[in-house]
Each structure stands twice: as C-alpha cells, then as structure tokens.
C-alpha cells in the first residue's frame, strides 16, 4: 500500500514511507520538511556518492537510499522560529549520480502533520534529550584533541558559546525548571536524587530554601590521589613490597550536600554501601494546602553527563494518587535513613523491603492504567547464587507483559545485569518468530544476553588470564558503538562516551499501536539486580497510544543512530561503506524481494502504524 507516515516527541520526528510495490529505477529520495506555513526545507545529507562533491549537502543531491529517516533539525527549527507543527514531502529520484531528477512514473508521497512537543495531554509530558554525542556535528564542535575535556567543559558551562549544552539536553534543562517553579509560593518539592553535581540544577534547588525536602542518596568511591605535578600518587604497602595508587573515599554530591544543608528544610544523606545504590532521579510536588498533586521521574541524573552527554528520559505526571505514593516511598526512603544512623549496611533495613514489596494499581487521568513499583522490593540483598533466586515481583510484572507481547518489543537499557529485559524479550522473540524487536544498550553483556538467550545458550565462561573473546550480537540487540577507531571516507572521528554511559535511558514499549500497549519507565535498569540492591521507581503505563508513540520514536531514534556505526564495525570498516549506492538494485534489495515484495521489518513495522 502506498503511504507515508511521521511520528513526533519532543525531540526528533521520525518519517516512513512505501509505495507498495518495489520503485523500480530509484535511486533515494529527497526529503522536504513543510512548516505550518507552508515553507519547504530539504532535509542535510551526508552520506555521498563515490567521487561526487555535492554542490549543496541535502537530501535533493545526497538522497536518502532507505524508507525512514529521522529529523533531528525538527526541534532546532521549533525554537527558532516558533514553528512547532510540520509534515515531510517524499520525492524519488531517479538518473545518475550528480544528475538526479524526481522520476515520472511515482508520486510525491506527503505524511500526516506531527507537532514536536513534550505535551501527550493535558495532565501528561514527556521529555527526551538528545544525548547523542558519537555525531557528527559535535565531533565538527570539538575538533580533534582532547574531545572529551573538551566536551564536559563546554556542556558544565550554562553560557558556553558553542550551545552544546542547549543542544544535547533538549527540553530537559526547562522541564526541570518548570517542575521546581511549582512550587512559588507555599508549595513544596520532595526530591529523591541519585547525582546531583550540575551546579545550575543546585543553584535552583538551594533557592527553594524551605520549601525542600530532599534524600540525596551516593555511595563513596575511590579516587586516585594527586601529586602537586598532577600524576597519581603510588604507595608502596612496607608488608608486601607491592605498590599501588593513593586512594581516597569520595562522596561526589558533597558540593550538594554542603550548599542544601544550609537552605532546605530537611536533608537526609543516604550514603550507600558497595553494591547498593540510591538510584531514584524523582521530585514530587506538593501544594500549598499540603496535598501531592505531581510526579517527575526518569532515568536523568542531575549532573551535565546526565543532561547532555548520554540518551536520558523525564515524564511528568500530574495525578494526585500517584504523586501520594511517591510522596510515601519519600517518606519511608527518609525513615530509613535516620533509622539506619550513619550505618551505610543498616540502610534498605526489613520495614522498607517490606513496604515496597507490593505494587500499587491506579488510573491515570486520561484513563490509561498505571502500576507502579519502588525498590528494594525484595525480603534482603541479593544473594551468591542468582540462579536459584526468585523473580522480583516488579520484574515478574514486565516479564509477564513482555511475553504476551503481539508484534513488538522496543527497549534501551544502560547496563541492566543478568537476568533483565534482554533474556525475557529473547525468550518472546523464540516464541514468536514474527515479534519486532529492536534494543540498543550501553553495556555489551546485555545484548551478548539476548543473543545466547536466542541460542538457548549461556554466555561460555572465561578462565582466569584469558583473553576476552568477541562480544556476539544478535542485529536486534547491540551495544553503542561510534565511528572511532576507523572512520568512514568523507566523516569525521567521533566520541562514543563522556562518562561510562551512552544510552542510558531506562525504557520498554510493547505494542505501541494496540489499544492495550505497555510503556515502562523511571529510573530501574530493568533487570534483577536493580530490584533486590537498589532505591529505585517503574512506572508501567497500558493503553496510551500517544505515550507509546512518542516512546517508541525514541527508542527508534536511537536505535537508528548506533544501527550504521554497529554495522560499519561489523563488516570490517571499509572506508566505502557509506557511499550512496550508484545504482537502485544495489539498495532497494535490502528492502524488497526478487519477486518484489517488502521484506525490511522496520519498515513493516512502521507501514503497520500507518493503517492504525
């Protein structure tokens, strides 16, 4: 069937298009963003054909040899020039390389209209970053030294005159400010954060004064002493003769900690033990007759990492059911840790295992149910032996839901353990040989656990000293990857990480197009681990078609993202690997069959939307 369909966020739109039947003799097509007043903009290329300089770097000259594309341009656009609502123009071209022309014999396709904003409704938002850094336009930004430096101090700086700051963290700045801004007047702001170093995020605390209530949880790590010429102090240990590096213990939120102790009205330091982590990114707003009316929840730590440097997610809810039970988790969060008395292992004491151990059902205001879950939800810590431990019941919940997935499952994970979404989704995908599933995570284990969990395999172990074998992927699921050790003619080399995290958005979307589908997010990992050691919240909303979408675009987005550079890797490097095909069949293979039939399943999946 002929059409062509545009998804929106507050981010990125997201465009795909078919003509039903294989466009014999094209050679890509040009993409052409139309603002509410009518304006056309061809979409930038990049990818070129082989030999050929383009006198103007978009899509009419460097055509797009794929069915769905991506407008990251979309939002710079929106604050510029207040344009929030466009629709994309399709044009297939046909002739040869540097002599391109629309073909005759097919259509202009035009798409729906989409808005690029964080509104789903009236009492609902969601905001993603950007948080992509392995691009080309900030490699372009850094330069070539010290990209990394370079990077954090450009994103630290709210007045940094290259905007990478404004660029990569979105709306994400301005959600959190408008969240805060609430609470003017009597109101109040519970907070429950993990990170909190960014200093204007600290600043706009600290000026709340009274009207903050917060646990700032950490765990004290190591960190390298320094010598006055700036290389780490060794020390030689007088028993053994072996020499190591200095080390002190840190709290990384202490700038925080100094600066709130002497402005909020009640701080509890929830320091944690090793192997635990007080993981929640949550405020809660209350008003000023002392009822919970909001949540703010995600996967963002309050640092310029968080905001900039790795894909992160925020939701605001404005539900009084739901903000009074996060306001409660605050309050037993807060118990716990005057309880425990500056004992880091009396922390996640049995009165709060067992107040989180049960989930809580509720209706969100526009009819969607919502079941929400708080960590640690197990009767004690993990164990030794993982094998033998029973499922956490907010775990249970999701691995239930995935399972029963129709047609698809999406998800990004930062570094979810074992097990986690990634071996429940396998085990959908085994089932049903015909789920979509797409997945993108920072750490490599979990997608080498979606492979194996496929092959009804456990990952082989290593003995001590040997040598790491290659991490083996599944196209479905994979890790990050940039153009970094090799780089593809005509592109630039980029920076994979700034800090441990690339994706770390913590998400799953299952049958975004059915009227019973499931988004999961807050700040879990989404595996085991998370459950039984960790503070954290998930929020598993069913049956928010618009919510799911505006998921499921990101997850997309990114996956799409990491797609070509996980590929480039795969096969080899090759300098050409890039270059725009010179001829139709050599592409639209990909796509369709001999016989001329769709085969790409993304592209079905999308096609799929468009009959919704």
């Given at each position: 069937?002929?059409?062509a369909?545009?998804?929106?966020?507050n981010e990125?739109?997201m465009?795909?298009w078919?003509?039903?039947?294989k466009?014999?003799g094209?050679m890509?097509f040009?993409?052409?963003?139309?603002d509410q007043?009518?304006?056309?903009?061809?979409?930038p290329?990049q990818a070129?054909?082989?030999?050929?300089?383009?006198?103007?770097?978009t899509t009419?000259e460097?055509?797009?040899?794929?069915?769905?594309?991506?407008?990251p341009?979309?939002?710079l656009?929106?604050?510029k020039?207040k344009?929030?609502i466009f629709?994309?123009?399709?044009?297939?071209l046909?002739?040869a390389?540097?002599?391109?022309?629309?073909m005759?014999?097919?259509?202009i396709?035009?798409t729906?209209?989409?808005?690029i904003t964080p509104v789903i409704?009236?009492k609902l938002?969601?905001?993603?970053?950007r948080?992509?850094?392995s691009?080309?336009?900030?490699?372009?930004?850094?330069?070539?030294k010290?990209?990394?430096?370079?990077?954090?101090e450009k994103?630290?700086?709210p007045?940094?005159?290259?905007?990478l700051r404004?660029?990569l963290s979105?709306?994400m700045?301005e959600?959190?400010q408008?969240f805060l801004?609430?609470?003017?007047g009597?109101?109040?702001?519970?907070?429950a954060l993990?990170?909190?170093?960014?200093?204007?995020?600290?600043?706009w605390?600290?000026?709340?004064?009274?009207r903050?209530h917060?646990?700032l949880?950490?765990s004290?790590?190591?960190?390298?002493v320094l010598?006055e010429?700036g290389k780490?102090?060794?020390?030689t240990?007088?028993?053994?003769g072996?020499?190591?590096?200095?080390?002190v213990?840190v709290?990384?939120?202490?700038?925080?900690?100094e600066?709130l102790t002497?402005t909020?009205?009640?701080i509890?330091?929830?320091?944690?033990?090793n192997?635990?982590?007080?993981?929640?990114?949550f405020?809660v707003?209350?008003?000023s007759?002392?009822k919970?009316k909001?949540?703010?929840?995600?996967?963002t730590?309050?640092?310029?990492?968080?905001?900039c440097t790795?894909?992160?997610n925020s939701?605001?809810?404005d539900?009084d059911?739901l903000?009074?039970r996060y306001l409660a988790y605050?309050?037993e969060?807060?118990?716990d840790?005057?309880?425990?008395?500056?004992?880091?292992k009396?922390?996640?004491?049995a009165?709060?295992?067992k107040?989180?151990?049960?989930?809580?059902a509720l209706?969100l205001d526009d009819g969607a149910?919502?079941?929400?879950?708080?960590s640690p939800?197990t009767p004690k810590?993990?164990?030794?032996?993982?094998?033998?431990?029973?499922?956490?019941?907010d775990?249970?919940?999701?691995?239930?839901?995935i399972a029963?997935a129709?047609?698809?499952v999406l998800?990004?994970?930062?570094?979810p353990g074992?097990?986690?979404?990634?071996n429940w989704?396998?085990?959908?995908a085994?089932?049903n040989k015909?789920?979509?599933?797409?997945?993108c995570?920072?750490?490599?284990?979990?997608s080498?656990?979606?492979y194996?969990?496929l092959?009804?395999m456990?990952?082989?172990?290593?003995?001590?000293g040997?040598k790491k074998?290659?991490?083996?992927?599944?196209p479905r699921v994979f890790?990050?990857e940039?153009?970094d050790?090799?780089?593809?003619?005509?592109?630039k080399k980029e920076i994979l990480?700034a800090?441990f995290a690339?994706?770390?958005?913590?998400?799953v979307?299952?049958?975004?197009?059915d009227?019973?589908?499931?988004?999961?997010?807050?700040?879990?990992n989404?595996?085991?681990?998370?459950s039984f050691?960790?503070d954290e919240?998930?929020?598993?909303?069913r049956g928010n078609?618009k919510l799911?979408?505006?998921?499921a675009?990101r997850?997309?987005?990114?996956?799409d993202?990491?797609?070509?550079?996980?590929?480039?890797?795969?096969?080899g490097?090759?300098?050409?690997a890039?270059?725009?095909k010179?001829?139709?069949?050599e592409?639209?293979g990909?796509?369709?069959?001999k016989?001329g039939?769709?085969?790409?399943p993304q592209?079905?999946f999308w096609?799929d939307?468009?009959?919704?």
């Amino acid at each position: 069937m002929q059409n062509a369909v545009a998804f929106a966020n507050n981010e990125v739109i997201m465009v795909a298009w078919s003509y039903g039947k294989k466009p014999d003799g094209c050679m890509g097509f040009a993409v052409y963003r139309i603002d509410q007043h009518g304006r056309e903009t061809p979409l930038p290329g990049q990818a070129r054909f082989k030999g050929i300089t383009p006198k103007k770097w978009t899509t009419e000259e460097l055509p797009i040899q794929k069915f769905y594309w991506k407008d990251p341009y979309a939002r710079l656009e929106a604050e510029k020039n207040k344009n929030r609502i466009f629709r994309y123009k399709i044009v297939p071209l046909e002739g040869a390389p540097g002599k391109l022309q629309p073909m005759a014999k097919l259509p202009i396709l035009l798409t729906n209209e989409v808005e690029i904003t964080p509104v789903i409704d009236d009492k609902l938002s969601v905001y993603f970053n950007r948080g992509l850094i392995s691009t080309q336009r900030v490699a372009r930004a850094l330069g070539s030294k010290d990209m990394k430096d370079s990077l954090i101090e450009k994103v630290s700086d709210p007045d940094d005159k290259s905007k990478l700051r404004e660029s990569l963290s979105g709306d994400m700045i301005e959600a959190i400010q408008e969240f805060l801004a609430r609470a003017d007047g009597k109101g109040k702001i519970y907070a429950a954060l993990y990170e909190l170093k960014d200093p204007q995020l600290i600043g706009w605390l600290a000026g709340l004064g009274e009207r903050l209530h917060i646990v700032l949880g950490d765990s004290k790590e190591d960190e390298e002493v320094l010598g006055e010429d700036g290389k780490p102090v060794k020390v030689t240990n007088p028993k053994t003769g072996k020499t190591k590096i200095k080390t002190v213990k840190v709290d990384g939120n202490e700038q925080a900690r100094e600066t709130l102790t002497g402005t909020a009205a009640e701080i509890h330091n929830r320091i944690m033990p090793n192997g635990h982590i007080a993981h929640n990114k949550f405020l809660v707003y209350v008003d000023s007759k002392g009822k919970p009316k909001a949540v703010f929840t995600g996967s963002t730590n309050w640092t310029a990492t968080g905001l900039c440097t790795q894909t992160n997610n925020s939701i605001v809810i404005d539900n009084d059911a739901l903000a009074k039970r996060y306001l409660a988790y605050w309050k037993e969060l807060a118990k716990d840790t005057d309880e425990a008395a500056d004992d880091p292992k009396a922390l996640q004491g049995a009165a709060l295992r067992k107040w989180v151990s049960k989930g809580s059902a509720l209706t969100l205001d526009d009819g969607a149910a919502a079941h929400s879950w708080f960590s640690p939800n197990t009767p004690k810590a993990r164990g030794k032996n993982p094998a033998t431990e029973k499922r956490p019941p907010d775990m249970e919940d999701l691995a239930q839901l995935i399972a029963g997935a129709s047609h698809s499952v999406l998800f990004l994970a930062f570094y979810p353990g074992s097990p986690s979404i990634a071996n429940w989704t396998a085990q959908a995908a085994s089932k049903n040989k015909k789920l979509f599933v797409r997945g993108c995570v920072t750490n490599k284990s979990a997608s080498e656990g979606f492979y194996y969990e496929l092959k009804g395999m456990t990952p082989p172990a290593r003995k001590k000293g040997e040598k790491k074998p290659p991490v083996l992927q599944d196209p479905r699921v994979f890790g990050a990857e940039a153009f970094d050790f090799k780089v593809p003619d005509g592109w630039k080399k980029e920076i994979l990480n700034a800090g441990f995290a690339i994706i770390h958005d913590k998400v799953v979307v299952i049958d975004p197009f059915d009227d019973d589908c499931v988004v999961a997010t807050g700040s879990h990992n989404l595996g085991h681990k998370a459950s039984f050691d960790n503070d954290e919240n998930l929020l598993i909303v069913r049956g928010n078609k618009k919510l799911a979408m505006a998921y499921a675009t990101r997850i997309l987005d990114v996956y799409d993202h990491f797609s070509s550079r996980f590929w480039f890797k795969q096969l080899g490097g090759q300098k050409d690997a890039l270059e725009l095909k010179s001829t139709p069949e050599e592409w639209l293979g990909k796509y369709y069959d001999k016989k001329g039939r769709l085969k790409n399943p993304q592209l079905k999946f999308w096609m799929d939307a468009a009959v919704q």
